[in-house]
């Protein structure tokens, strides 16, 4: 079955700028899930939706958004960029059931300049 | 949250098994217990997971202790491709919606 498919892989963008990543998840799959992974802070989780419902939310200044549409996938949304957003998105499904494993995409290495 | 604690690196000779230790003294009993690795340029996958008993699956085995305080990934015989930083997760069971929160993990590499 097809696994994740984040788009786009690469990505650089200019301080001020916004910018819209997107995630298709497994289908099946309710849940999707965001995180920011950089060298200094390791991976990070951003938010969560799970049937076009933000479940939870991370540490993150509202500059960071997403949502999800009716057929589970997602966009996230992060706008005035800053040179420290620069990292690699990850999103991950899952089932959403409390227990099952995530499965993750490759991510969206994102570049601010 | 509650927290793990990995080394943060260890060596392992191709085709030795691997013992990847964490510990989670803080486990509640509605604590799954779950492991991911993350190989160089790719986004974590999942490995696997358990709550009380012993568990195995083609990728690896997963060793419970007793009191739950600690854990062991087994990889019977490592390979290359093996070489990948190791995350040891606790994830609530009513869990906090889909959150789960990476340490630091533990860098393998693979001597042929």
């Known amino acids: 079955k097809a696994g994740v498919t984040q788009t786009p892989r690469y990505l650089i963008k200019t301080r001020g700028q916004q910018v819209t990543l997107s995630c298709s998840p497994i289908s099946g799959h309710r849940s999707v899930s965001w995180y920011q992974q950089t060298p200094g802070q390791g991976l990070q989780f951003l938010f969560e939706y799970f049937s076009e419902t933000q479940r939870n939310k991370g540490n993150f200044p509202g500059r960071f958004s997403g949502r999800q549409f009716s057929n589970s996938r997602s966009e996230m949304n992060v706008s005035t960029l800053e040179l420290g957003d620069s990292a690699l998105y990850l999103c991950?499904?899952?089932?959403?059931?409390?227990?099952?494993?995530?499965?993750f995409g490759s991510g969206t290495r994102l570049t601010v300049v | 949250d509650a927290k793990t604690t990995q080394p943060n690196s260890m060596e392992s000779n191709e085709e030795e098994p691997v013992h990847l230790p964490c510990n989670h003294s803080t486990i509640s009993g509605t604590d799954y217990i779950h492991w991911y690795r993350q190989l160089p340029s790719q986004g974590p996958e999942y490995v696997i997971h358990g709550l009380t008993s012993n568990v195995n699956n083609r990728m690896a085995s997963l060793a419970i202790a007793e009191d739950r305080k600690s854990s062991t990934l087994i990889l019977h015989r490592a390979t290359l491709r093996d070489a990948a930083v190791y995350y040891c997760i606790l994830r609530p069971l009513y869990n906090q919606g889909g959150k789960l929160i990476f340490g630091q993990g533990t860098e393998l590499s693979v001597k042929p």
């Open positions: 991950a499904s899952s089932l959403g059931t409390g227990y099952d494993g995530y499965t």
